[in-house]
C-alpha cells in the first residue's frame, strides 16, 4: 500500500508543534500499525532526519504506553484494541493517516507522538494498592470466600492498562474511568475493605489535582477503551465517594 502519514511533530513540551505530511510505499496489510512506524523511521534516519518518537514497550497490548490518536480516535479504528495491536488491513491503498499524541493538560507532551502520563502514577501512588504484608505472610487466598460475580467484576475492572484512551476520548479529558476501575477492583473485594474510605478519597482528590475534568456521561470512554472497561464502574466510584465523604 502507498499512504500518507499526517503527523505531529514538536520538539518538547515548550516548542509549538505542526502536522508532516510523510509519504510511505510498500506498507503491508499484516504489518502492525508501530511495524509501519517502524518502516518510516528507517527510512528517515537514512536519509539523516529525524525520527518520529512514540511510545511502546510490550507490543502485546498489555502495557498501554503505545497510544496514539489515529484519525480522531484513540488507538485507531479497530474496537477492543491498542495501537500495537492495530494492523494496517484496516486501511486501504491510497488513504491519509493523521496520527497525532494523546492531548490532555495532565498529559503535556515529551516529543512528537510521546506525552508524559505520571500523573496516572500520582493516582495510583495516592490509594491503588492495599497495606497487606505480602512478603511471606500471605495468607491463602481460597481461604476468604467470595462471591463469583465480585471477583468477576473486580477482575474486569482490574484488567485497565492505563493507556489514556479514556481520557484523550473525553472532551473534558476526564480519568474518571481510569480511576474508577482502580477504586473498583479493591472495593470488590474484602481485601480492599479496609483501606476503601481513605483510598476513594485520596483517589478522586488526586485526580483534581492533576488536572482532569468531569465525566461527561457521553460513554466515549467506554467506547475507546480498548480493554472495555465499563462505566458502571464510575457510578461504583461515585457511591463509594458518596460514603466515604459521610463518614
Not at 38 to 58: R, T
Not at 83 to 101: A, N, S, V, W, Y
Not at 216 to 241: D, F, H, Q
Request: contains cysteine.
Amino acid at each position: 500500500m502507498k499512504l500518507t502519514l499526517k503527523i505531529w511533530r514538536q520538539k518538547n513540551a515548550k516548542e509549538t508543534g505542526k502536522i508532516v505530511d510523510y509519504p510511505i510505499d510498500g506498507v503491508e496489510p499484516d504489518m502492525s500499525f508501530l511495524e509501519m512506524l517502524d518502516v518510516l523511521n528507517e527510512g528517515l534516519i537514512n536519509k539523516g532526519e529525524d525520527p518520529v518518537a512514540f511510545d511502546h514497550d510490550c507490543r502485546e497490548g498489555i502495557c498501554g504506553m503505545c497510544s496514539l490518536f489515529i484519525n480522531g480516535e484513540a488507538h485507531g479504528p479497530d474496537r477492543a484494541v491498542t495501537t500495537c495491536q492495530l494492523h494496517m488491513r484496516m486501511f486501504k491503498d491510497g488513504d491519509t493517516i493523521f496520527i497525532e499524541p494523546f492531548r490532555a493538560k495532565a498529559f503535556p507532551v515529551i516529543k512528537d507522538l510521546v506525552v508524559d502520563r505520571s500523573s496516572f502514577d500520582r493516582i495510583q501512588h495516592a490509594g491503588g494498592f492495599i497495606s497487606v504484608n505480602t512478603s511471606g505472610n500471605t495468607i491463602d487466598a481460597n481461604t476468604i470466600p467470595i462471591n463469583k460475580h465480585d471477583a468477576d467484576r473486580s477482575f474486569d475492572a482490574a484488567t485497565c492498562i492505563g493507556c489514556g484512551a479514556c481520557v484523550a476520548s473525553c472532551k473534558n479529558s476526564s480519568a474518571m474511568l481510569f480511576v474508577s476501575a482502580k477504586v473498583s477492583q479493591f472495593a470488590l473485594l474484602p481485601q480492599g475493605k479496609v483501606e476503601a474510605h481513605d483510598r476513594v478519597l485520596n483517589m478522586v482528590h488526586q485526580m483534581d489535582q492533576e488536572g482532569f475534568g468531569n465525566c461527561t456521561n457521553t460513554g466515549a470512554c467506554e467506547v475507546e477503551c480498548p480493554k472495555g472497561i465499563s462505566l458502571e464502574n464510575i457510578a461504583r466510584m461515585n457511591r463509594e465517594y458518596l460514603v466515604a465523604s459521610m463518614k
